[in-house]
């Protein structure tokens, strides 16, 4: 059973940078799996912000392109998402997810993924 802990969340100005993390238990291969950064603000659907697949492929959503960075430290089996430059609209609540199958390609769905955490809210 994977669990997922996300940490790293906070209030911080337009314009400047915070970085989000994972911490992922109970899998032996977290490097094998999907794994991707949503967020969330009330009343809106759940997006998917970025992906990393079990290539290193990474593919990042229109609105934060050229501004976040996804990555991961398999030894550490945590996922990172840098943020930088960020706006207001950026504020929401953050969710890592995961899936067995390792290909991202395409996967922009909540119901891609099968293992979620609970979220750490970032505020600009």
């Known amino acids: 059973h994977v669990q997922l802990v996300e940490s790293g969340g906070g209030e911080v100005q337009a314009g400047g940078s915070l970085r989000v993390s994972c911490k992922a238990s109970?899998?032996?291969?977290?490097?094998?799996?999907?794994m991707a950064w949503f967020r969330q603000v009330p009343g809106k659907e759940r997006e998917g912000v970025a992906t990393i697949d079990a290539i290193d492929k990474k593919r990042y959503a229109d609105p934060v392109t050229g501004r976040f960075t996804i990555s991961h430290d398999n030894a550490k089996n945590t996922l990172y998402l840098q943020m930088d430059s960020l706006k207001p609209e950026d504020s929401a609540m953050y969710y890592c997810a995961a899936d067995l199958r390792g290909n991202c390609a395409y996967r922009w769905s909540t119901a891609d993924y099968f293992y979620w955490g609970q979220g750490t809210q970032v505020t600009v």
């Open positions: 109970g899998a032996t291969h977290m490097s094998s799996f999907c």
